[in-house]
């Protein structure tokens, strides 16, 4: 692994996986690059408790399948405190209560992965991956990537990120 800047980038025997923490700022322009899509965390009520986003991208560059499993992905802090990525059940139901939430639930179906991944050699899939916000007192969280498959291999990756907190 190797850090970028706030990228991490592990390189795999068949597969680069790239993570990076998002901040407010950093969603804004994620959305920004999709213009037919709205920000849904931007549609939330002041107040509300936002996600914590990791923007992943997987590059298939072996011969097999890659596999990913984003509802085995965990954050962990120090504390040993575990918190499962956010299902696409648990978006829909924080998104539907918001006015008008068809097409926040719209953006999130296209850019957060919730659902199992098979990609192919030679391809790209890139998403975020939402969590809830670590509890006040982490000061580092790793992301647990478990169920990640290059062909029939089980991979290790763990991202460990430092939390600063911005008043």
Do not use: H
């Not at 990791?54 to 298939?60: A, D, K, L, P, T």
């Not at 890659?66 to 802090?77: E, I, R, T």
């Amino acid at each position: 692994m190797r850090a970028q800047g706030d990228l991490v980038i592990a390189t795999l025997q068949g597969a680069a996986v790239t993570v990076q923490p998002l901040t407010r700022e950093g969603l804004d322009t994620y959305y920004s690059r999709r213009p037919s899509l709205v920000n849904p965390f931007k549609t939330l009520p002041k107040g509300a408790n936002r996600p914590l986003a990791f923007i992943v991208r997987i590059q298939n560059i072996g011969r097999d399948r890659v596999n990913f499993d984003p509802s085995q992905a965990l954050l962990v802090d120090q504390q040993n405190r575990r918190a499962a990525a956010f299902s696409y059940d648990e978006l829909y139901s924080l998104f539907s209560e918001i006015d008008q939430p068809d097409r926040a639930l719209q953006a999130l179906q296209e850019t957060v992965l919730t659902n199992f991944l098979v990609i192919p050699p030679k391809i790209d899939r890139a998403g975020l991956l939402l969590f809830p916000r670590p509890e006040p007192e982490a000061k580092v969280v790793i992301l647990d990537m478990g169920s990640f498959y290059v062909g029939s291999v089980e991979q290790l990756l763990l991202f460990e990120f430092e939390i600063t907190r911005v008043p």
